[in-house]
């Protein structure tokens, strides 16, 4: 069985950056597609960022030019570098991995934008 463990979330304050980290227990390059989504009280799960099997990184508009996602294939875990966080991104962050139909999830990861 896949899993997907998530770590880095935490309180930060508007402006400011966190790393999340995801260790995958399969070779990651295994995957159709390895990324983020994020689920916010009373809302649906959305996607965040992602890389594809063609090797392109895809981000939603919303965090486009503030996230980073980034991979250490050595270590089968994925990144997302946020700054500039905004109190919309306060969320709970779940790593994501499918091969065809087949779709992993992390337990996810608290993230809270306050001051």
């Known amino acids: 069985q896949v899993q997907l463990v998530e770590s880095g979330g935490g309180l930060v304050q508007p402006g400011g950056s966190l790393t999340l980290s995801c260790v995958v227990s399969?070779?990651?390059?295994?995957?159709?597609?390895v990324g983020w989504y994020r689920q916010a009280p009373g809302k649906e799960r959305e996607f965040v960022a992602r890389?594809?099997?063609?090797?392109?990184?895809d981000y939603a508009d919303s965090v486009k030019d503030r996230f980073t996602i980034s991979r250490d294939g050595a270590r089968n875990t994925v990144y997302l570098r946020m700054r500039n966080l905004k109190p919309d991104d306060m969320a709970v962050y779940f790593c994501?991995?499918?091969?065809?139909?087949?779709?992993?999830w992390g337990q996810g990861t608290q993230v809270t934008v306050s001051s």
């Open positions: 994501h991995a499918n091969i065809m139909s087949r779709h992993y």
């Open positions: 399969e070779n990651i390059f295994n995957f159709n597609a």
């Open positions: 890389f594809t099997a063609e090797e392109t990184k």
